[in-house]
């Protein structure tokens, strides 16, 4: 639960109820702070996010989940600097780290314009995940790297053809505007569609794109 998703609303209101009922149960836990921070970031919503990390670190200042999940929501909010900070403490913690800390990491040296880091990072992953590709492409548009970037979206169309930015931008919050306008001339640069899915840009005669 700690990247973006097209998780149904019904699921997502189920993993608040818990969390919140987590929180109220124990107002100083730290688990439920995470739990709540955790949802919210898979709703998109990195401000209340944030929020919710930086509780739980005051509840436990090194927890490596509460620093990851910080690193993320805070690089949205803004505070890139805050975000790799926390983020690389997030790694001390963890020899063996799970994906989503790279890909959190990943994205916070995607805003704040280090790139190598960022496609290192993403690399680094075993797992795939469809926003930390997003920003992987990014990084390559930023690194004079755009046949890479072209081939890293074409494999998104490729595992699901009605994909298109806007799906992405509309589900998630940037505290600055302009974040959200890099990342998309980011990813239409590498070949990515706006608002129009795959389908209609081969076939626009079809039912479905008229």
């Not at 994909?163 to 990813?187: C, E, G, K, V």
């Amino acid at each position: 639960m700690m990247g973006w998703t097209n998780a149904p609303e019904e699921q997502l209101q189920r993993a608040f109820a818990s969390a919140r009922r987590s929180v109220s149960l124990d107002p100083s836990s730290a688990f439920g702070r995470l739990a709540m921070g955790a949802t919210y970031m898979t709703a998109g919503d990195h401000a209340n996010a944030s929020k919710h990390f930086r509780r739980g670190l005051e509840i436990n200042p090194e927890e490596p989940n509460l620093l990851a999940g910080a690193a993320k929501s805070l690089a949205f909010e803004g505070a890139g600097s805050k975000a790799i900070e926390f983020g690389n403490r997030a790694l001390r913690q963890s020899p063996n780290p799970p994906d989503w800390y790279l890909w959190n990491l990943g994205i916070a040296n995607y805003f704040t314009e280090h790139h190598d880091e960022a496609i290192a990072l993403f690399h680094k992953a075993v797992a795939e995940n469809l926003e930390a590709s997003l920003f992987l492409i990014g990084s390559y548009i930023r690194s004079d790297r755009k046949a890479d970037a072209e081939l890293h979206a074409e494999e998104i169309f490729q595992e699901d053809p009605s994909f298109h930015i806007a799906r992405y931008m509309d589900r998630t919050t940037f505290a600055n505007p302009s974040d959200m306008q890099a990342l998309t001339s980011d990813l239409l640069a590498a070949g990515m569609n706006e608002n129009v899915s795959f389908p209609c840009v081969l076939e626009p005669s079809v039912e479905n794109c008229r």
